[in-house]
T-cell receptor, first 116, second 112 residues
Framework: NAGVMQNPRHLVRRRGQEARLRCSPMKGHSHVYWYRQLPEEGLKFMVYLQKENIIDESGMPKERFSAEFPKEGPSILRIQQVVRGDSAAYFC??????????????FGPGTRLTVL | SQKIEQNSEALNIQEGKTATLTCNYTNYSPAYLQWYRQDPGRGPVFLLLIRENEKEKRKERLKVTFDTTLKQSLFHITASQPADSATYLCALDIGGYQKVTFGTGTKLQVIP
């Protein structure tokens, strides 16, 4: 059973471009969480999704950021018009139906976004 | 709002000794608290979860305590090994909602 997969692992964008980060949860998992980690800082919750539903996006900036978890395919975190401050590691985590973030979350390896 | 405090300074310890890491929180006591391990360039890996009605939890060489009076959790690694060197994160719920918040982590270095 493959773990949580994220791609790309590294992404370089120039200011103003769009960044698309993908996350494939573990097989059988229907809950996906996105976190952002800045150097020397903790993981910051961004959004919690279930299939086709955004459950909690309270940690996500109101502008330029969006997330989706379609019925088929990976979850996508989209950042429009990136700025230097968006440079960070973005982690995705998943867990099975019937659980929440208070249960074990399985993390992917992360996508390191660098904005030039 | 709930705040989590972990010692930001690295902890250096001799191989074979017990490493003790601290996680303090403010405000209300969480219903549960989790500990994760993170290696450089990798995602966190879940280690242990302890609930508010549990004083202590063990898993192999790991032990976690939870003191709601002190608003503190201690994470112990006994007979530490160089392979235990990593950053350890604590995480806890922030009000019973399906969302956890993570501390900044403590970097542990086990010296051979």
């Amino acid at each position: 059973n493959a773990g949580v997969m994220q791609n790309p692992r590294h992404l370089v964008r120039r200011r103003g471009q769009e960044a698309r980060l993908r996350c494939s949860p573990m097989k059988g998992h229907s809950h996906v969480y996105w976190y952002r980690q800045l150097p020397e800082e903790g993981l910051k919750f961004m959004v919690y999704l279930q299939k086709e539903n955004i459950i909690d996006e309270s940690g996500m900036p109101k502008e330029r950021f969006s997330a989706e978890f379609p019925k088929e395919g990976p979850s996508i975190l989209r950042i429009q018009q990136v700025v230097r401050g968006d440079s960070a590691a973005y982690f995705c985590a998943s867990n099975p139906p019937g659980t929440g973030s208070y249960n074990e979350q399985f993390f992917g390896p992360g996508t390191r976004l660098t904005v030039l | 709002s709930q705040k989590i405090e972990q010692n930001s300074e690295a902890l250096n310890i001799q191989e074979g000794k017990t490493a003790t890491l601290t996680c303090n929180y403010t405000n209300y006591s969480p219903a549960y608290l989790q500990w994760y391990r993170q290696d450089p360039g990798r995602g966190p890996v879940f280690l242990l979860l302890i609930r508010e009605n549990e004083k202590e939890k063990r898993k192999e060489r790991l032990k976690v305590t939870f003191d709601t009076t002190l608003k503190q959790s201690l994470f112990h690694i006994t007979a530490s090994q160089p392979a235990d060197s990593a950053t350890y994160l604590c995480a806890l719920d922030i009000g019973g909602y399906q969302k956890v918040t993570f501390g900044t982590g403590t970097k542990l270095q086990v010296i051979p």
